[in-house]
Structure formats: structure tokens, C-alpha cells
T-cell receptor
Framework: AQTVTQSQPEMSVQEAETVTLSCTYD???????LFWYKQPPSRQMILVIR????KQQNATENRFSVNFQKAAKSFSLKISDSQLGDAAMYFC????????????WGAGTKLIIKP | EAGVTQFPSHSVIEKGQTVTLRCDPI?????LYWYRRVMGKEIKFLLH????????ESGMPNNRFLAERTGGTYSTLKVQPAELEDSGVYFC??????????????FGPGTRLTVT
């Protein structure tokens, strides 16, 4: 069975600086999707970025980028130029290409932005 | 376009009572998912509907949980009778046609259930 591990329960960063959130996973599959979701306080969970396992190029969305290391089964999220609005719970998730489409989640990392 | 909505946003009930959570997916989304996050732990999959059919309910914890999706529109998740360990945040998500497995899941704000 697949598992996702986020080893940092909480991280803090100074506004305008860069922070990296860690995520590792375990799977025997060769094709899959990885996601980072963000849940601001009292708000909906939204997709930040996703990565297809068969793509070697790391995904990037504006200030958000990932470092995808398939052999190491690592999928970290880098947030550049951190802003106050980035404060949220960040969840790493895995999805298998089988018929279920269910997401398998990490425990989350609470990101605090210091002004 | 309206997003995924969930009702209520917060429910406090006593052990042994019944609670029904509701999820309205984005219009046109055939896939509907329920997830649960128990305090401080990872989010866990509960079940997946394709239209009105249960595609996968492998994550349902026990028979005190009953999910329905009449007519393939909104879904309800009933907990009867509620136990203390059922406390947590229940998320609903929806996505488009399952043939495109890359389709994003859109989440509702969640229902925080507290069983006392």
C-alpha cells in the first residue's frame, strides 16, 4: 500500500524568504500523480501544484515549485518570496492511476509566515 | 461557477446521536469523494461515488457510516450512532469524468464534527 510522509508538523519563514516543505512517499508503482494542496485557516483546500511521475521536469506554478526525486521517492515544495497569504496547512498527496482515484495524504505541515 | 459546498460547517453532538452531513458537488461533476481528517492525523479516504453508484467504499470505517448520492447530485454521509472517535473534519470533493484521471479534485470547506 502507498504511504505519504510529511515529517515537518510545523514550519515558519520570514516574509519574502524561501521555504521548503518536505514530502516522501512509498509506492511500487511506476506511474502516479503527486500533489500539494493548501488549506488556509477556515477556508477550502485548494490545489497548489501537481507532478506526473513520468515527467522528469519539475512542475512550477509562479512562486511555487517542486523538487521531484523519483528514485528517492521525494516530492518537496519550495515557496519563494513567501507572502502572508501563504500561511496555511500544506498537504502532500499521492494518486495511483488505478480505477479508484482516491488521494493518499500526508499528515500536513503548518506553515507560519512571520511579518 | 459555484464550488463544492458542505453543510453544516460545524456540528456538535453527543455520543449515540445521529448526524447527517451534506455535500453539493460542482455541477456536472460525476465523481464525488468523502475524506476525513481526525485531529492531527492524515486525511483518510472514505468513499468514492461515480454518479449515484458507489465506486469504492473501502475507506468507510464501519457500518455506522452510511453514504448516499441520490440521483447523482448531492451526497449525504450519515453517522449513526456517533462515537467519540468519529470527531474530525469531513471533506467532500468532486471531479469531472473519471476517464480523465488527471482531473483535479475540488474540495469543499469541510464539516467539523465534534462528538462529546
Amino acid at each position: 500500500a502507498q504511504t505519504v510522509t510529511q515529517s515537518q508538523p510545523e514550519m515558519s519563514v520570514q516574509e519574502a524568504e524561501t521555504v521548503t516543505l518536505s514530502c516522501t512517499y512509498d509506492t511500487s508503482e511506476s506511474d502516479y500523480y503527486l500533489f500539494w494542496y493548501k488549506q488556509p485557516p477556515s477556508r477550502q483546500m485548494i490545489l497548489v501544484i501537481r507532478q506526473e511521475a513520468y515527467k522528469q521536469q519539475n512542475a512550477t506554478e509562479n512562486r511555487f515549485s517542486v523538487n521531484f526525486q523519483k528514485a528517492a521517492k521525494s516530492f518537496s515544495l519550495k515557496i519563494s518570496d513567501s507572502q502572508l497569504g501563504d500561511a496555511a496547512m500544506y498537504f502532500c498527496a499521492y494518486r495511483s492511476p488505478d480505477s479508484n482515484y482516491q488521494l493518499i495524504w500526508g499528515a500536513g505541515t503548518k506553515l507560519i509566515i512571520k511579518p | 461557477e459555484a464550488g463544492v459546498t458542505q453543510f453544516p460547517s460545524h456540528s456538535v453532538i453527543e455520543k449515540g446521536q445521529t448526524v447527517t452531513l451534506r455535500c453539493d458537488p460542482i455541477s456536472g461533476h460525476d465523481n464525488l469523494y468523502w475524506y476525513r481528517r481526525v485531529m492531527g492525523k492524515e486525511i483518510k479516504f472514505l468513499l468514492h461515488f461515480v454518479k449515484e453508484s458507489k465506486q469504492d467504499e473501502s475507506g468507510m470505517p464501519n457500518n455506522r457510516f452510511l453514504a448516499e448520492r441520490t440521483g447523482g447530485t448531492y451526497s449525504t454521509l450519515k453517522v449513526q450512532p456517533a462515537e467519540l472517535e468519529d470527531s474530525g473534519v469531513y471533506f467532500c470533493a468532486s471531479s469531472q469524468d473519471r476517464q480523465g484521471w488527471t482531473y483535479e479534485q475540488y474540495f469543499g470547506p469541510g464539516t467539523r464534527l465534534t462528538v462529546t
